[in-house]
T-cell receptor, first 114, second 116 residues
């Protein structure tokens, strides 16, 4: 079935370091791909999305490119801040259900040290 | 817009008691989702509705769990009887589903459930 796999955390970085969080997916058809972020005590919120192959989603300095050939959607940021500390979830919309169902990865916790 | 509103924010109950979680989706959204989040299992989709109709409840763990959406502005998730292993954070999310897909999910702040 459809699934999302992302790198295990926690990831600990110093401020201004480069961030990569890997995400790969398995899906039939052509899903949309998302990154959501969850800050402590809050619900998830959309960080960025891409709806077709080679699309690049970007927001707040974060970027991810929809790579159909490698079935990947890795999250990157050139210079992280302490305020980026959160849990990041890769997700896809399940094309088998007409796009109504979102499948999430296990989440990757990021700690950024000052 | 007030966003997705969930209540209560925290719930502590004893094993065997009935628990009801409530959700008010964003006005105009036609899809509603209930998720459960635990350290062990991550984020699990329990059930989702489209236009108030349950579309997929395959994630509901047991018959002890039930969900309703009597109208477009309200949904409940009920656990009866509750058990300690039901302790988790329960999230409600809503979105606007369109042909071929939908816009992003908007999550509520969640209900932290503790069953003693």
């Amino acid at each position: 079935g459809n699934s999302v796999t992302q790198m295990e955390g926690p990831v600990t970085l110093s401020e201004e370091a480069f961030l990569t969080i890997n995400c790969t997916y398995t899906a039939t058809g052509y899903p949309s791909l998302f990154w959501y972020v969850q800050y402590p005590g809050e619900g998830l919120q959309l960080l960025l999305k891409a709806t077709k192959a080679d699309d690049k989603g970007s927001n707040k300095g974060f970027e991810a490119t929809y790579r159909k050939e490698t079935t990947s959607f890795h999250l990157e940021k050139g210079s992280v801040q302490v305020s980026d500390s959160a849990v990041y979830f890769c997700a896809l919309s399940d094309p088998g259900t007409g796009g109504f169902k979102t499948i999430f990865g296990a989440g990757t916790r990021l700690f950024v040290k000052a | 817009d007030a966003g997705v509103i969930q209540s209560p924010r925290h719930e502590v109950t004893e094993m065997g008691q009935e628990v009801t979680l409530r959700c008010k989706p964003i006005s105009g959204h036609n899809s509603l989702f209930w998720y459960r989040q635990t350290m062990m299992r991550g984020l699990e989709l329990l059930i989702y509705f489209n236009n108030n109709v349950p579309i997929d409840d395959s994630g509901m763990p047991e018959d002890r769990f039930s969900a309703k959406m009597p109208n477009a502005s309200f949904s409940t998730l009920k656990i009866q009887p509750s058990e300690p292993r039901d302790s988790a954070v329960y999230f409600c999310a809503s979105s606007l589903a369109r042909t071929g897909g939908y816009e992003k999910l908007f999550f509520g702040s969640g209900t932290q459930l503790s069953v003693l």
